[in-house]
């Protein structure tokens, strides 16, 4: 259960389009479409944003997508807004009920 | 609306225990697997341990090695966490999250955690 690699930062400015990568391996990310990523403020709780590797819960913007190819998933955000700068996290079933987190990415927007 | 409310942490000197709640609302609690998260300070997320919604499967973090133990109370809608021979390393925020099922690989919604310290 190694942590999953993610970019330590990403920026963009306001209106762009950025991508953040989650890279596992064979046995969690490429074996399952069940990757989530979450969004945390500073000092709040983690905030789900997309689950099983592509779908939005009720009530995340559209410009929030999730994609995945082979061992990588990515989270990408359009039209970025001041309010998306924060950290974020995937994370990815790892079999027999056991999960593991991505290393995090802080997402500053210019 | 959803509510996770968690509760027990506090500094523990190293090797000690600890037991922490979390107090669920607004939703059947029994249907649903809960999980425990924590964050060490200034640091990333990392999984601890998973449980079903009627309590009859458990999973944990390779690295916990046999140290915690999660349960539920469903008929006070309670999850738990007894934490044994607590080492500086698991100092962190501990955070209950709800899930469909144990292996539906998402968490949603969190609670605002609570803070275990461990340190003599």
């Known amino acids: 259960q190694s942590a999953l690699t993610q970019p330590a930062s990403v920026s963009g400015s306001p209106g762009q389009s950025i991508t953040i990568s989650c890279t596992g391996t064979s046995s969690d990310v490429g074996s399952y479409n069940l990757v989530s990523w979450y969004q945390q403020h500073p000092g709040k709780a983690p905030k789900l944003m997309i689950f099983?590797?592509?779908k939005r819960p009720s009530g995340v913007s559209s410009r929030f997508s999730g994609s995945k190819s082979g061992n990588t998933a990515s989270l990408t955000i359009s039209g970025l807004q001041a309010e998306d700068e924060a950290d974020y996290y995937c994370?990815?079933?790892?079999?027999?009920?056991?999960?593991?987190f991505g290393t995090g990415t802080n997402v500053t927007v210019l | 609306e959803v509510q996770l409310l968690e509760s027990g942490g506090g500094l523990v000197q190293p090797g000690g225990s600890l037991r922490l709640s979390c107090a669920a609302s607004?939703?059947?609690?029994?249907?649903?697997?809960m999980s425990w998260v924590r964050q060490a300070p200034g640091k990333g997320l990392e999984w601890v341990s998973a449980i079903s919604g009627r309590g009859d499967t458990t999973s944990y973090a390779d690295s916990l090695k046999g140290r915690f133990t999660i349960s539920r109370d469903n008929s006070k809608n309670t999850l738990y966490l007894q934490m044994n021979s607590l080492r500086a390393e698991d100092t962190a925020i501990y955070s209950c999250?709800?899930?469909?099922?144990?292996?539906?690989?998402?968490?949603?919604?969190w609670g605002q955690g609570t803070l275990v310290t461990v340190s003599s």
């Open positions: 607004g939703f059947t609690f029994s249907n649903y697997a």
């Open positions: 994370c990815s079933y790892a079999g027999f009920s056991a999960f593991v």
């Open positions: 099983e590797g592509t």
């Open positions: 999250a709800k899930s469909p099922n144990i292996d539906s690989g998402w968490f949603d919604p």
